[in-house]
């Protein structure tokens, strides 16, 4: 089994069309709510603390109420061994398009899987992987040993920051307003937020902005100076410089790689 693709993934249009890939895909929900679509088969209902797991070659959309966004962690996962014992779980234990309802969310941890597997470190990337494993493996263990493990603990400064940040990618946030809200002063909100997640958190907040701009501009048919507005850059130019800098390419070169490849 071979992890792939670790991502938060804001739907837009192009997840609304019906699509499909040649892996496994865990979804777990972090907010919003709706139901996957899938051709063939009955709907999934989700919302926020659901997981389920979409087959190979499987068309499926979302349907979402209202267009209220739904956000998820998705898990790419390639199985390069019929015999894997990974593949068996998903398709056993997960499969058949079973949905878990009421998980408790922790998104420092996959934050911190996350920035590892996407990072540049060969190392930190196994660490992520063995650690995406462990966490469903022990899902698994709690979910289907009937002991789910209650925990009473409150919603720690950093995982406060980390869901007010996700939901205000497209508002205009700073360290001190970000620190106020958490109830923390600022420098320690940095030195938590940067140890438990492995990036500052205006570094993360900048890189979710830029990556709801690479969804904006494959799914959407906003201009270039459109997506900088709704994601609150100062002006266009700002936007396609950061842009360029993070992705290698300008905002409208990316969209017509994207809209090429017919990549999602």
């Known amino acids: 089994m071979k992890i792939t693709g670790v991502t938060l993934y804001l739907t837009t249009e192009a997840g609304r069309l019906y ?3 040649a892996h496994y895909q865990l979804h777990f929900v972090v907010s919003g709510s709706g139901a996957y679509e899938v051709k ?3 709907p999934i209902g989700i919302q926020a ?10 068309a499926h959309r979302t349907s979402l109420p209202c267009n209220i ?5 998705l898990i790419d996962m390639a199985i390069e061994d019929e015999s894997d ?3 068996k779980l998903l398709d056993n234990e997960l499969g058949d398009l079973r949905t878990f309802a009421g998980i408790s969310m922790n998104r420092k941890f996959f934050e911190s899987k996350r920035e590892q597997f996407n990072g540049d470190n060969p190392y930190e990337r196994q660490v992520a992987v063995l650690g995406l494993l462990s966490w469903l493996y022990s899902f ?4 289907f040993g009937a002991k789910y493990l209650e925990t009473d603990e409150r919603l720690d400064e950093v995982e406060l920051a980390l869901e007010i940040l996700q939901n205000h990618v497209e508002k205009d946030m700073n360290l001190e ?4 809200q958490v109830g923390i002063n600022r420098f320690s909100l940095v030195r938590k937020f940067s140890r438990q997640v492995g990036v500052s958190p205006m570094k993360y907040f900048a890189r979710l902005k830029l990556e709801g701009a690479a969804r904006l501009l494959q799914g959407s048919e906003l201009s270039v100076a459109e997506v900088a507005e709704k994601l609150c850059f100062s002006d266009q130019f700002h936007f396609s410089k950061r842009f360029k800098a993070a992705y290698a390419m300008s905002p409208t070169r ?3 790689h994207a809209r090429t490849s017919g990549s999602r």
């Not at 603390?49 to 979409?54: H, M, Q």
């Not at 966004?69 to 962690?73: F, G, I, Q, T, V």
């Open 19 to 21: 699509h499909s890939h």
């Open 40 to 42: 063939g088969r009955r």
């Open 49 to 58: 603390g659901t997981l389920f797991v979409i087959p190979p070659n499987l």
């Open 69 to 73: 966004s739904l956000l998820e962690y």
């Open 85 to 87: 014992p990974v593949k």
């Open 140 to 143: 698994c263990s709690r979910h």
């Open 177 to 180: 307003t970000l620190a106020r």
């Open 254 to 256: 990316y969209r017509e």
